[in-house]
């Protein structure tokens, strides 16, 4: 079995150790026998974003949104040929807030997401984000459980119609928002850093089931010893008071 | 005659007789006067030193020189370089009538703190050393502290000592229309790469926005760097030209100098220090002696004799994570390493950037087991383990015990250690020692 994953903008969209995500699907892939290659992407490179199972995108600061932007925008044609062929997604931070419909920053300058979902967001002044340790609720492909993660954003982001999880500790997707993040059956997208896969494997898992869903259909995974995982998870779960 | 000045400076000799020091008389000294730090007259030579890596050895070795050439110094040696900290150095040494009683003062101060201070501590010169990532949940990026440097530095008058080879420093150039600038580089090494996977920083040119172009890189995005815009064209005050790691040694202007901590950081703490000897028209002879006795502990490679020998240092963010991996990995024999790491608020609470950090360079045959310790251990012990090294891995988060385990094991070891953790271990590092160190 093949995984191929696409990593737009490692070079750019890469704050907050964002590239462990790849690194973790890419272990807990070949421990199942799966043969995972990981091709990255940057401004002016061609790639065919539909032959790949999984497309993956982190966050950067304003300075290199507004660089990858354009670059984004016109390969929109192409993220939707891959939506549609059954690519599944895993956006986060401004990767996410980019496949909204626009993103406003600190100064007011207003840049076009791409428009696939109806959310938006718009930036906070300098002096306020939303940062801190996070923790949720998910229920993902009829699983429910907890997650932890780093968040650290200005913008707010609203008109979320399904959301990625309901927050138990931390703010979401405004500040105390109550939810985080933006979900549906392809398409993961969340301000969650921390990086987010390491230490919740089960998002991991499942993110591996939905890439490989586009060419193999329903896959089991074998369990794997997670002891690490969550013991690093459930120290902060019960530091945040939600364990 | 200040009597709240006069409070201060008691309460420090009381403190000091306890063997205690530190940031608390500063503290109380702004609780009771926000303006306190204003009120120093401060000496006619004034050096600030900030950036992200090495402020502290920077102005040590600085104030080490200036004390060689005749000159009094007082400086904040430990790097307390918040205000409370400034504060309590200002106080312990001025007279009742808040004048600083020294020739010269070098302060190192915070670079997302700097612009509180600039004014009142009235420097005639200032180093910038260079601008990594660091402690994102309390810095925010890096665009926001170098506009603030940008704007503390827009009138100053003085001598501006910047990083010629860091592009990031570089910029700082382009806004201070009114002050000196002097820049220090350093040039092509064998060791220089034309490839590198550290630089996250220094991408695209901050006057054009095209993307820069390096002849070389040193370390992470410090290296040789231009523009077609002409950005990066500096003709260095001091350029560096050879460095000889065999010997410990660099030479610059024909003349050979020891290398403080033998390591290429080091030759650019270094290079500001000429830098800023050239600038004040003193004797590099001076800067050298230092570079050759300065001792800074406080987890700068400070040894320990456990059962066998122990070398702890300073760990923060993934560029000095880097460069004290390729210190430990150039050790020879084998060793086991125990990382310890904290998310206290001098550590910053978010610890994503260990995945920032090349940990895999600890995958080599000599490191036998890696010890992960503190706050956050299981964090650094998936960051190991999706590096392929779950089974070097052990987990003991009491920094007692961990440090307990190396000594029984008989083999030489390094603790990395954050912040936070660095002084509670050097203290049990302390006690455990043979012979102390």
Known sequence: MELKILWMYHDLMDLYGDKGNTQVLKVRGRKRGIDVTVDTCTIGEERNIADYDLFFMGGGADNEQGLIYKDLLSRREQIEEAMKSGTAFLLICGGYQLFGRYYRDQDGNTIDGLGFFDYYTESSDRDHRCIGNIALEITMDGDTFRSV??????????????????????????????????????????????????????????????????????????????????????????????? | MDLRLKFVQAMQAILAKTGHGGSLPGTFALKMDPHFLEKFKMPKTVVLVTG????????????????????????????????????????????????????????????????????????????????????????????????????????????????????????????????????????????????TDEASEGKFCPRCGRRLVYDFYQYSHIGRFHCECGFGENTPDISVDSIDYRNGTFTCEGKTFHNFLNNIYSVYNCAAVLCVMKTLGLDYGNADETFRTLVLNEGRNEVFNLSQPCVINLIKNPTGSNETMKFITSQPGDKNICILLNDNDQDGHDVSWIWDAHFERLNVPEVKTIVCSGLRAYDMALRLKYEGLEDRIIVIESAAEAVKWLDQQNMPSHIMATYTALHSTRAILRKEAKHGA
Do not use: W
């Open chain 1, 149 to 243: 993660g780093f968040e650290n954003h200005g913008g707010q982001t609203k008109n979320v119609s399904s959301p990625f999880g309901k927050v138990l500790s931390g703010h979401g997707n405004t500040f105390n928002g109550g939810f985080e993040g933006y979900m549906d059956d392809q398409v993961v997208a969340t301000y969650m850093h921390g990086p987010l896969l390491p230490k919740n494997p089960k998002i991991a898992d499942h993110i591996i089931q939905r890439a490989l869903k586009k060419r193999y259909g329903s896959v089991e995974l074998k369990a794997l010893d997670d002891t690490l995982e969550n013991n690093a998870r459930d120290i902060m779960l019960k530091r945040l008071g939600v364990l």
């Open chain 2, 52 to 195: 992200t890596n090495g402020k502290t050895t920077t102005q040590n070795l600085i104030a080490g020189s200036l004390r060689e050439a005749g000159y009094s110094v007082i400086n904040n040696h430990r790097g307390d370089n918040l205000n409370v900290g400034i504060a309590s150095l200002l106080a312990a040494n001025s007279d009742s009538n808040f004048r600083i009683k020294a020739d010269a003062a070098v302060i190192e101060v915070d670079e997302l703190t700097v612009y509180r201070q600039f004014k009142n501590l009235h420097p005639n010169v200032m180093v910038v050393n260079n601008f990594f990532r660091d402690q994102l949940d309390r810095a925010g990026e890096m665009e926001t502290i170098i506009r603030k440097i940008q704007e503390v530095t827009e009138d100053f008058e003085g001598d501006l000592i910047l990083n010629g080879d860091d592009p990031n420093v570089c910029r700082i150039a382009d806004t201070a229309k009114k002050a000196r600038i002097h820049f220090y580089s350093v040039a092509r090494q064998e060791e220089s790469k034309t490839v």
